[in-house]
Protein backbone atom coordinates (compact mmCIF):
# COMPACT_ATOMS: atom_id res chain seq x y z
CA UNK A 1 0.00 0.00 0.00
CA UNK A 2 1.33 3.46 -0.81
CA UNK A 3 0.47 6.24 1.61
CA UNK A 4 1.33 10.30 0.41
CA UNK A 5 2.91 11.40 3.92
CA UNK A 6 4.10 14.39 3.25
CA UNK A 7 -0.07 15.05 2.15
CA UNK A 8 -1.03 13.40 5.53
CA UNK A 9 1.44 16.09 7.25
CA UNK A 10 0.06 19.17 5.42
CA UNK A 11 -3.50 17.48 5.77
CA UNK A 12 -2.96 17.44 9.48
CA UNK A 13 -0.92 20.88 9.85
CA UNK A 14 -4.63 22.16 7.76
CA UNK A 15 -6.70 20.32 10.71
CA UNK A 16 -4.75 22.03 14.06
CA UNK A 17 -4.69 25.46 12.23
CA UNK A 18 -8.30 25.17 11.97
CA UNK A 19 -9.16 23.94 15.32
CA UNK A 20 -6.88 26.56 16.81
CA UNK A 21 -9.10 29.11 14.86
CA UNK A 22 -12.28 27.68 16.18
CA UNK A 23 -10.81 27.77 19.53
CA UNK A 24 -9.45 31.85 19.26
CA UNK A 25 -13.15 32.21 18.87
CA UNK A 26 -14.43 30.77 21.76
CA UNK A 27 -15.89 32.19 24.92
CA UNK A 28 -15.87 30.55 28.21
CA UNK A 29 -17.75 31.81 31.00
CA UNK A 30 -19.61 30.90 34.10
CA UNK A 31 -22.97 29.50 33.68
CA UNK A 32 -23.70 28.62 37.60
CA UNK A 33 -22.53 27.37 40.77
CA UNK A 34 -25.03 24.46 42.37
CA UNK A 35 -24.47 23.74 46.19
CA UNK A 36 -25.57 20.33 47.84
CA UNK A 37 -26.11 18.87 50.72
CA UNK A 38 -25.86 14.78 50.83
CA UNK A 39 -28.89 14.62 52.05
CA UNK A 40 -30.26 16.42 49.45
CA UNK A 41 -29.18 13.41 46.59
CA UNK A 42 -30.01 10.31 48.83
CA UNK A 43 -32.12 8.44 46.05
CA UNK A 44 -34.17 9.57 43.23
CA UNK A 45 -37.56 10.40 44.72
CA UNK A 46 -35.31 13.26 47.75
CA UNK A 47 -33.20 14.34 44.95
CA UNK A 48 -36.76 15.34 42.52
CA UNK A 49 -37.22 18.13 45.63
CA UNK A 50 -33.74 19.81 44.73
CA UNK A 51 -33.69 19.18 40.68
CA UNK A 52 -35.01 22.85 39.59
CA UNK A 53 -31.39 23.34 41.19
CA UNK A 54 -29.55 22.09 38.29
CA UNK A 55 -30.22 24.49 35.45
CA UNK A 56 -30.18 23.48 31.67
CA UNK A 57 -28.31 24.76 29.03
CA UNK A 58 -28.18 24.83 25.10
CA UNK A 59 -24.17 25.23 25.12
CA UNK A 60 -22.11 22.52 25.85
CA UNK A 61 -20.75 23.04 29.37
CA UNK A 62 -17.60 22.15 31.63
CA UNK A 63 -18.02 21.61 35.07
CA UNK A 64 -16.12 20.70 38.63
CA UNK A 65 -17.61 18.91 41.52
CA UNK A 66 -15.54 20.06 44.60
CA UNK A 67 -15.89 18.82 47.91
CA UNK A 68 -16.79 21.92 50.02
CA UNK A 69 -16.29 19.54 53.63
CA UNK A 70 -12.80 19.24 53.37
CA UNK A 71 -12.24 17.69 56.83
CA UNK A 72 -14.41 14.40 56.13
CA UNK A 73 -12.61 13.94 52.51
CA UNK A 74 -10.50 11.60 54.09
CA UNK A 75 -13.47 9.18 55.60
CA UNK A 76 -14.77 9.81 52.10
CA UNK A 77 -12.33 8.45 50.35
CA UNK A 78 -11.61 5.62 53.11
CA UNK A 79 -15.56 4.33 51.66
CA UNK A 80 -14.88 4.75 48.45
CA UNK A 81 -11.97 2.42 48.55
CA UNK A 82 -13.79 -0.10 50.09
CA UNK A 83 -16.76 0.26 47.92
CA UNK A 84 -14.30 -0.22 44.83
CA UNK A 85 -12.89 -3.29 46.45
CA UNK A 86 -16.46 -4.95 46.89
CA UNK A 87 -17.82 -3.37 43.34
CA UNK A 88 -14.91 -5.13 41.56
CA UNK A 89 -15.55 -8.11 42.37
CA UNK A 90 -19.33 -7.81 40.79
CA UNK A 91 -20.47 -8.83 37.60
CA UNK A 92 -19.65 -6.78 34.27
CA UNK A 93 -22.49 -5.32 32.91
CA UNK A 94 -24.87 -6.95 35.57
CA UNK A 95 -24.42 -5.88 38.76
CA UNK A 96 -21.05 -3.85 39.06
CA UNK A 97 -20.91 0.08 39.27
CA UNK A 98 -19.26 1.87 36.46
CA UNK A 99 -17.34 3.66 38.66
CA UNK A 100 -14.96 7.29 37.67
CA UNK A 101 -11.37 6.01 37.89
CA UNK A 102 -9.67 7.08 40.99
CA UNK A 103 -6.13 9.24 40.93
CA UNK A 104 -5.31 9.87 44.35
CA UNK A 105 -4.80 12.78 44.09
CA UNK A 106 -4.56 15.49 47.00
CA UNK A 107 -7.28 17.91 46.37
CA UNK A 108 -10.79 19.03 47.56
CA UNK A 109 -11.64 18.83 43.57
CA UNK A 110 -13.64 15.24 42.85
CA UNK A 111 -14.24 15.62 39.00
CA UNK A 112 -13.95 17.91 36.10
CA UNK A 113 -16.08 17.16 33.11
CA UNK A 114 -18.33 18.29 30.45
CA UNK A 115 -21.49 17.54 28.61
CA UNK A 116 -22.53 18.68 25.63
CA UNK A 117 -26.63 17.39 25.76
CA UNK A 118 -27.84 16.65 29.14
CA UNK A 119 -25.91 18.57 32.16
CA UNK A 120 -28.95 17.32 34.55
CA UNK A 121 -28.81 13.57 33.58
CA UNK A 122 -25.07 14.00 33.94
CA UNK A 123 -24.92 15.65 37.20
CA UNK A 124 -27.52 13.21 38.88
CA UNK A 125 -24.81 9.95 37.43
CA UNK A 126 -22.62 11.29 40.00
CA UNK A 127 -24.95 11.87 42.69
CA UNK A 128 -25.80 8.09 42.38
CA UNK A 129 -29.57 8.31 41.69
CA UNK A 130 -28.99 8.04 37.68
CA UNK A 131 -28.00 4.39 36.15
CA UNK A 132 -25.01 2.55 36.67
CA UNK A 133 -23.74 1.58 33.31
CA UNK A 134 -22.33 5.47 32.77
CA UNK A 135 -18.75 5.95 34.10
CA UNK A 136 -19.60 8.86 36.96
CA UNK A 137 -18.51 9.04 41.05
CA UNK A 138 -22.15 7.85 41.76
CA UNK A 139 -21.74 9.44 45.34
CA UNK A 140 -24.54 8.31 46.82
CA UNK A 141 -24.03 4.48 45.98
CA UNK A 142 -20.73 4.72 48.32
CA UNK A 143 -21.10 7.25 50.79
CA UNK A 144 -22.29 5.70 53.33
CA UNK A 145 -25.02 8.17 54.24
CA UNK A 146 -22.01 10.63 55.00
CA UNK A 147 -23.13 14.32 55.93
CA UNK A 148 -20.96 17.00 53.39
CA UNK A 149 -21.77 19.31 51.32
CA UNK A 150 -20.68 19.59 47.45
CA UNK A 151 -20.18 22.65 44.95
CA UNK A 152 -20.57 22.32 41.29
CA UNK A 153 -19.51 25.12 39.36
CA UNK A 154 -20.44 24.96 35.81
CA UNK A 155 -18.82 26.99 32.92
CA UNK A 156 -20.43 27.77 29.26
CA UNK A 157 -19.09 26.93 25.99
CA UNK A 158 -19.99 29.32 23.59
CA UNK A 159 -19.34 30.11 20.01
CA UNK A 160 -18.73 33.38 19.05
CA UNK A 161 -19.09 33.02 15.44
CA UNK A 162 -22.14 30.84 16.15
CA UNK A 163 -20.75 27.83 14.74
CA UNK A 164 -21.46 24.20 16.56
CA UNK A 165 -18.67 22.98 18.87
CA UNK A 166 -17.55 19.95 18.26
CA UNK A 167 -17.21 17.53 20.99
CA UNK A 168 -13.45 17.21 20.53
CA UNK A 169 -13.08 20.58 21.19
CA UNK A 170 -15.03 21.27 24.19
CA UNK A 171 -12.56 17.83 25.38
CA UNK A 172 -10.06 19.91 24.51
CA UNK A 173 -11.09 22.63 26.71
CA UNK A 174 -11.50 20.61 29.43
CA UNK A 175 -8.52 18.96 29.44
CA UNK A 176 -7.15 22.51 30.47
CA UNK A 177 -9.34 22.28 33.52
CA UNK A 178 -8.13 19.13 34.41
CA UNK A 179 -4.76 19.32 34.18
CA UNK A 180 -4.76 22.54 36.43
CA UNK A 181 -6.90 21.09 38.91
CA UNK A 182 -6.02 17.50 39.17
CA UNK A 183 -8.91 16.20 40.25
CA UNK A 184 -9.40 13.23 42.50
CA UNK A 185 -11.61 10.89 40.08
CA UNK A 186 -12.12 10.84 37.10
CA UNK A 187 -9.69 10.65 34.09
CA UNK A 188 -8.21 13.32 31.47
CA UNK A 189 -10.86 13.65 27.83
CA UNK A 190 -10.83 10.61 25.63
CA UNK A 191 -8.36 12.89 23.25
Not at 49 to 62: E, Q, T, V
Not at 95 to 105: E, G, I, W
Amino acid sequence: MKIDSEHIVKQSEEFARNIAKQISKITIRPFCEISFHSSEYRDRETLSNYLHKIPNSDNPLIYIIQIKSPKILSTLIKYFEDYQSANKLKVKNKDRVNLSRYNKTSTDILYVGSSTTDFKTRIKNHLGTEGTRVYSLHLCKWDNCLEYDLNIFAYEVISESNEVIERFIVEILEQQFWDKLKPIFGKRSGL
